[in-house]
């Protein structure tokens, strides 16, 4: 595989343009330092995001792109000064791969606040060298943005822990959500809000899934286990359930109206957004000052708060509900994903997928 220090090559799905179409390309690896790791990858997650970024609706995309934040793979060699991992180990490698270290959130340990973050991919790394992702043979990531998985937890279950799983664990730790007994509610039921009923379970919640259509009641409350569905459109069952959720978790990738959930929150209750929308959303006021109400959001989590909700899922033998595909599959899924046809996870088999260039 070479060795410490020497660039390498390697082969990855990237996009060229805004179509989004992901086609093989080699490309160089950094050079590896004394605090990087050299990793094999296995397997990635593929996220909603991947699609934003992929067709630059964000207006901020730098092609050719290789996307892939949900790593999961095999340490292949460590740079002289990491201590963290050895080879062989299994890690996980999430959205960020540096940030400055420097400022008040790099100081509190939530460094994916840090005005000079680095994303996994589509960025530009402090060797001026463009960030690619997970759809590749391999990575070489800063030991500080590398974390182990726990022993037992299968690594294709674990991909979407790094950024899903995480994105809802994150909000509920630093709002004090996390006690039993909670009544919350997860709006939308995709990669991310699938995770937000089996986390939210799994802490003691009554859990609540607030869709726009009946399509996914069965799959909620049999398969993943939430105690109550409600169908957005249906005013007597909303009005039924007016100021009865401590918080919602709002999954939704698109703009939408927040007063229909803003009503369904008790005093001081919280609506959480997690999905990233390029448009503006409007409310009006006196919802939220007749109930002292909160709408706020969360981005991903932090190092240690991925470390805890992999450890999380693991004592609560929680898994992601996936669909494994090989990458020679990987734009039908991005379109299956784009409709909504997938429960509720990709996870792309990168290790037992052919590479030609």
């Not at 090559?9 to 992901?22: E, I, Q």
């Not at 100081?107 to 960025?123: G, P, T, V």
């Not at 959500?177 to 039921?189: D, E, M, P, R, T």
């Amino acid at each position: 595989m070479g060795s410490v220090g020497a660039e390498r090559k390697t082969v990855g799905y990237a996009a060229r343009d805004p179509s989004g179409h992901l086609t093989p390309y080699k490309y160089t690896l950094r050079e590896t330092g004394p605090d990087d790791v050299f990793i094999k990858v296995n397997y990635c997650g593929i996220c909603h995001s991947d699609l934003h970024q992929t067709k630059n609706d964000l207006g901020m995309s730098n092609y050719p792109m290789v996307p892939g934040h949900e790593v999961v793979g095999e340490v292949v060699e460590v740079g002289s000064a990491v201590t963290k991992f050895a080879v062989g180990d299994t890690v996980g490698v999430g959205c960020l791969v540096g940030c400055c270290n420097a400022c008040k959130p790099c100081e509190l340990e939530i460094e994916q606040y840090c005005n000079k973050r680095i994303w996994s991919y589509n960025d530009v790394y402090k060797d001026g060298k463009p960030t690619q992702g997970g759809f590749a043979q391999s990575m070489v990531v800063h030991q500080q943005f590398v974390v182990g998985i726990p022993e037992g937890l299968a690594p294709e279950q674990a991909a979407p822990l790094l950024c899903a799983g995480v994105t809802v664990y994150s909000p509920l730790k630093h709002f004090d959500l996390k006690k039993a007994g909670l009544k919350g509610g997860i709006l939308g039921l995709g990669g991310v809000g699938h995770m937000g009923v089996k986390i939210a379970k799994a802490m003691g919640h009554h859990v609540t899934v607030i869709s726009s259509s009946d399509k996914k009641r069965e799959e909620a409350m049999a398969h993943l286990g939430a105690d109550a569905y409600l169908v957005s459109s249906d005013a007597e069952k909303m009005q039924e359930a007016a100021e009865s959720l401590d918080y919602i978790i709002d999954t939704v990738p698109v703009n939408h109206p927040l007063e229909p959930y803003i009503s369904l929150l008790k005093l001081d209750g919280k609506i959480i957004l997690l999905g990233v929308i390029n448009t503006p959303m409007q409310f009006i006021t006196p919802m939220l000052m007749l109930g002292r109400k909160m709408i706020t959001g969360s981005f991903i989590g932090s190092i240690k708060e991925t470390e805890e909700v992999l450890e999380f899922c693991k004592e609560k033998g929680l898994c992601s509900s996936i669909e494994t595909v090989k990458l020679d599959y990987i734009n039908a899924a991005l379109e299956r994903l784009e409709k909504n046809d997938v429960r509720y996870r990709f996870v792309v088999d990168v290790a037992g997928s052919k590479f030609e260039v």
